[in-house]
Every structure is written in C-alpha cells, then in structure tokens.
C-alpha cells in the first residue's frame, strides 16, 4: 500500500517509528525520547587500559543505589558505559565492597562522581558518618557532581546526540539492563 507509511506518520511519529522499526522502546511521555535501543547499545568490548574511565553514583537504600562505570573512547571521545551496580537493600559498606568487587584490579578512574547527597552526615552506631566517609574507608574516592536536574538533563541529550562520525556520542553495554 503506497499509502501506509504516509497513513502512520499522521497517528504520530513515534508510533510509526514503532511499526516501522521495530522499536518499542519509545512511549508518550518518555523523558529521553532521543534513546533508541539499535543506536545507543552495543555488545561489549574489552575495554583498552589507556582509556580514560571515571563512574557515576546515585545513593539508595529502598531504591536502588547505581553506580555506572564509563570509558571514554581517545579518538572520538565517545563515552560508553560498560558496568553498572544496581541493588537495592544494601547498606553503604556493602554497596562499597560490592563497587570494590566489580572492579577490576587494573583500572584507575579520573573521577568518581556523586550526587551530594553523599556528603550528608547520618548518625549510624553513635557515630556521625556519611556515605562519603564510609567509601572513602574502602578507598572509593568521590567527587561532588552537578546537581542542577536541567544541566544533567541537557549534558545526557548532548551525549545521546550523534557526533562527527555520524553515531551517538554515548553508547551503553548491553550487559547495562537496569541503565
């Protein structure tokens, strides 16, 4: 019919894009509506010892605590994230033994970025401690990221965005279910 594709572009393009592609990942209302499975996941790789790694933590208890694990790609400065911890109902020394377990003896990050929340003292066992302090214990060293939501939101839709080559500048190991 040479009508079809006209006839489903007119219901919405998203929803074409569903029935033409194969790609059920996008939904109304999704906030990173740029993300499309085919473009941004990839098989993992071993990745090279010069590349540039660093991680990004989110605290959690009830919901889950993540910490992703990134590379970045010297040619083309891609990122890609090819690690990810994502548990709920740890306490923040296992979530630090199970960061220090996940990480391979040889690799040494530029930075581990973490919401500031980190640095917010509790009181656990009559001690004041943060989870700062807890990490730093299991020789995570973390440092204060960004917090403003529309400049995290802006910095991830640059990174979905192609680059010079044609391809997204962040791709994400399919190994990554959770992320």
């Excluded at 219901?11 to 085919?38: I, T």
């Excluded at 109902?89 to 199970?98: G, L, N, W």
């Excluded at 839709?157 to 399919?174: C, M, N, T, V, Y």
Aim: a neutral charge; charged letters at 25%.
């Amino acid at each position: 019919d040479p009508g079809y594709r006209d006839r489903l572009f007119q219901q919405g393009e998203r929803l074409a894009k569903a029935l033409l592609e194969g790609d059920w990942s996008v939904f109304a209302g999704q906030f990173l509506s740029e993300f499309a499975y085919h473009r941004h996941v990839v098989k993992p790789f071993e990745i090279p010892r010069t590349w540039t790694r660093f991680r990004g933590y989110d605290l959690g208890f009830r919901a889950p605590a993540c910490m992703l694990w990134i590379a970045k790609e010297p040619s083309t400065a891609r990122l890609f994230v090819y690690q990810e911890m994502y548990e709920a109902e740890m306490t923040d020394p296992q979530q630090a033994q199970r960061i220090n377990d996940l990480t391979h003896k040889h690799e040494r990050f530029t930075f581990s970025f973490a919401d500031p929340a980190v640095w917010t003292r509790r009181t656990v066992d009559i001690v004041a401690k943060s989870t700062y302090d807890v990490f730093l214990n299991h020789q995570i060293l973390l440092t204060k990221a960004d917090n403003d939501q529309e400049r995290k939101a802006h910095r991830i839709r640059q990174a979905l965005g192609d680059i010079h080559d044609g391809e997204p500048g962040l791709k994400i190991f399919s190994s990554c279910t959770n992320l």
